[in-house]
């Protein structure tokens, strides 16, 4: 079994969750960093975006 994960943060920076993603190997492929990083990352910085800007629009 092999993951990917990326934090969340909050508006000051700390990280309060993560998003991931997981999956045997054989499905994965020999370098899931390389091929699932950039897109887990993305996730992680979109919500991490939608937090922040939900948290200052109060």
């Known amino acids: 079994v092999c993951s990917v994960s990326a934090p969340i943060r909050n508006a000051s920076g700390q990280v309060i969750a993560a998003i991931s993603i997981s999956g045997p190997n054989s499905r994965m492929g020999a370098a899931p960093?390389?091929?699932?990083?950039?897109?887990?990352?993305?996730?992680?910085?979109?919500?991490?975006?939608?937090?922040?800007?939900?948290?200052?629009?109060?």
């Open 33 to 58: 960093g390389r091929r699932y990083a950039p897109l887990v990352m993305a996730a992680g910085k979109y919500l991490t975006d939608a937090l922040v800007k939900a948290s200052t629009s109060r």
